[in-house]
């Protein structure tokens, strides 16, 4: 029985979970900015974080379809357990909608993507103002639904570590051995 998780899948998962914070906080921080060349360059750093953190979610999903998790602790109730599956499949929807939002956003505005400042994206749709302005809105909403999942899946992380003591976080931390 597989008590960990890979550490390939241990990897991914806290190099996305630190670039998810980042970009978000980025987000965060640069929408109250006044127009600027530096407002500007943060949202070009803000679209590669988040075509990169595409890239690494579509890698961690594969690996997660071809290798096998450890199995949730026994006593873990019927409902807990379709509550940790329901999560883990919400947050791997949301970490690909939020940005394939912001992609088809820029693609609307007609503001291309352009990763380091050298290869432009394909635009995803045709230019559209009015449903670049609703997709813009919707990848702030998922953003912020996307923050609510991660908090309720770090309170139940640390639920299982301080409280039931059952191992389930040690199963990702990447520096501990079995649980």
């Given at each position: 029985?597989t008590?960990?998780?890979?550490?390939?899948?241990?990897?991914?998962?806290?190099?996305?979970?630190?670039?998810?914070?980042a970009t978000?906080a980025l987000?965060f921080?640069?929408?109250?900015?006044?127009?600027?060349?530096?407002k500007?360059?943060?949202?070009?750093?803000?679209?590669w974080a988040?075509?990169?953190?595409?890239?690494?979610?579509?890698?961690?999903?594969?690996w997660?379809?071809?290798?096998?998790?450890?199995?949730l602790?026994?006593?873990?109730g019927r409902?807990?357990?379709v509550?940790a599956?329901?999560g883990?499949?919400?947050?791997y929807?949301?970490?690909?909608?939020?940005?394939l939002?912001?992609?088809?956003?820029?693609?609307a505005?007609?503001?291309?993507?352009?990763?380091?400042?050298?290869?432009?994206?394909?635009?995803?749709?045709?230019?559209?103002?009015a449903?670049?302005?609703?997709?813009?809105?919707?990848?702030?909403?998922?953003n912020?639904a996307?923050?609510?999942?991660?908090?309720?899946?770090?309170?139940?992380?640390?639920?299982?570590?301080?409280?039931k003591?059952?191992?389930?976080l040690n199963?990702?931390?990447?520096?501990?051995?079995?649980?």
């Amino acid at each position: 029985m597989t008590t960990r998780y890979t550490a390939t899948a241990i990897f991914l998962h806290w190099l996305i979970a630190v670039g998810l914070v980042a970009t978000f906080a980025l987000g965060f921080y640069m929408e109250g900015l006044p127009f600027s060349p530096n407002k500007l360059r943060l949202y070009s750093w803000h679209k590669w974080a988040g075509i990169i953190l595409l890239g690494l979610v579509a890698l961690r999903l594969i690996w997660r379809l071809t290798h096998k998790a450890p199995e949730l602790p026994a006593d873990m109730g019927r409902m807990s357990r379709v509550a940790a599956h329901a999560g883990h499949l919400a947050l791997y929807v949301l970490m690909l909608a939020v940005p394939l939002t912001g992609w088809i956003a820029s693609s609307a505005q007609g503001v291309p993507v352009v990763l380091f400042g050298m290869w432009q994206l394909p635009d995803l749709i045709d230019k559209n103002m009015a449903l670049g302005e609703r997709l813009q809105d919707a990848h702030m909403v998922l953003n912020y639904a996307m923050a609510v999942l991660v908090i309720g899946h770090v309170a139940a992380a640390l639920q299982h570590h301080f409280i039931k003591k059952d191992g389930v976080l040690n199963r990702m931390l990447p520096f501990f051995g079995k649980p």
